[in-house]
T-cell receptor, first 113, second 113 residues
């Protein structure tokens, strides 16, 4: 079985400063990892995905994440936060063998002007 | 279709009533997932289909919950004798294969009164 732990339930940053949202995973097999964003009253949108290719993954809206097997981590970063980045972010793990997706509890990102 | 479509978008049910929630996945997508998202929480896995086969139903909270996908396309999540704790957003997602992006519907918000 696989699972994810999002280490912060709430992160607050100032506009223009870096964003770091932390995610650790547990998986018996080689995982696929995803970050999704959920804006209020909107559907889940994929930001980026790791599927055993390059360990540094670039996504939409300037976000990127690095897969670190030794640390079982897949942290999401962005160099400079925008007000429009304020949303709920979910880290998701999936494995070929299990063929399912498990969500973390989510991190709410607040961006202050 | 262009995306995953769920209906109805909103459903109010009296306690004890049966409800049926529909999901139209993206055409050709083999995998289909159902999730339950309570207010302020991350999506919790309910069940997974590969074509018409229900391969994992370990997340269904009780035997009042039942899901089917008889022809490997449209899926229905049925909840019998609804209770207040069933109030949540029910999300459906589909994807082409295990390491590709899952596309989510807008969800059905179920309120049990």
């Amino acid at each position: 079985a696989q699972s994810v732990t999002q280490l912060d339930s709430h992160v607050s940053v100032s506009e223009g400063t870096p964003v770091l949202l932390r995610c650790n995973y547990s998986s018996s097999y080689s995982p696929s990892l995803f970050w999704y964003v959920q804006h209020p009253n909107k559907g889940l949108q994929l930001l980026l995905k790791y599927t055993s290719a390059a360990t540094l993954v670039k996504g939409i809206n300037g976000f990127e994440a690095e897969f670190k097997k030794s640390e079982t981590s897949f942290h999401l970063t962005k160099p400079s936060a925008h007000m429009s980045d304020a949303a709920e972010y979910f880290c998701v793990v999936s494995t070929y063998n299990n063929n399912d997706m498990r969500f973390g509890a989510g991190t709410r990102l607040t961006v202050k002007p | 279709g262009a995306g995953v479509s769920q209906s109805p978008r909103y459903k109010v049910a009296k306690r004890g009533q049966d409800v049926a929630l529909r999901c139209d996945p993206i055409s050709g997508h083999v995998s289909l997932f159902w999730y339950q998202q309570a207010l302020g929480q991350g999506p919790e896995f309910l069940t997974y289909f590969q074509n018409e086969a229900q391969l994992d139903k370990s997340g269904l909270p009780s035997d009042r919950f039942f899901a089917e996908r008889p022809e490997g396309s449209v899926s229905t999540l049925k909840i019998q004798r609804t209770q207040q704790e069933d109030s949540a957003v029910y999300l459906c997602a589909s994807r082409l294969s295990s390491n590709t992006e899952a596309f989510f519907g807008q969800g059905t918000r179920l309120t049990v009164v």
